[in-house]
């Protein structure tokens, strides 16, 4: 297993969650990291992603202002702290990690990944 997502659950809204996505030492020479979730019934969807050499950031409008995608110091963990959720933040969260000679305007499409998370449920429900 390279790339191991947790941190999901049920809440509130207008709670938060923390996810987190842990690395094998491979999966580290990515350059970035990204995270997509997909609703019931929709498609996969680009959320956030991190530039983990230099910590450039990247968000869907969607969720601009409430989510934010950090690594550790290490580079071996990537985390989505999302606050303010929302009922339409409800969706299974995925990490992924960047194909090599990926360019910044490739980074929404998930083809621009190759290795992915097994995926984490987060549910926002009162």
């Not at 202002?65 to 550790?72: C, L």
């Not at 299974?92 to 490739?106: E, F, H, N, W």
């Amino acid at each position: 297993v390279q790339l191991q997502a947790s941190g999901g659950g049920l809440v509130q809204p207008g709670n938060s969650l923390r996810l987190s996505c842990a690395a094998s030492e491979r999966t580290l020479r990515t350059r970035y990291m990204g995270w997509f979730r997909r609703a019931p019934g929709k498609e996969r969807e680009f959320v956030s992603v991190i530039d983990v050499r230099s910590g450039y950031t990247y968000y869907a409008d969607s969720v601009k202002g409430r989510f934010t995608i950090s690594r550790d110091n290490a580079k071996t963990s990537v985390y989505l702290q999302m606050n303010s959720l929302k009922p339409e933040d409800t969706a299974v969260y995925y990490c992924a990690a960047s194909r090599p000679g990926t360019i910044t305007s490739q980074l929404r499409h998930g083809g621009s990944y190759d290795y992915w998370g097994q995926g984490t449920q987060v549910t926002v429900s009162s």
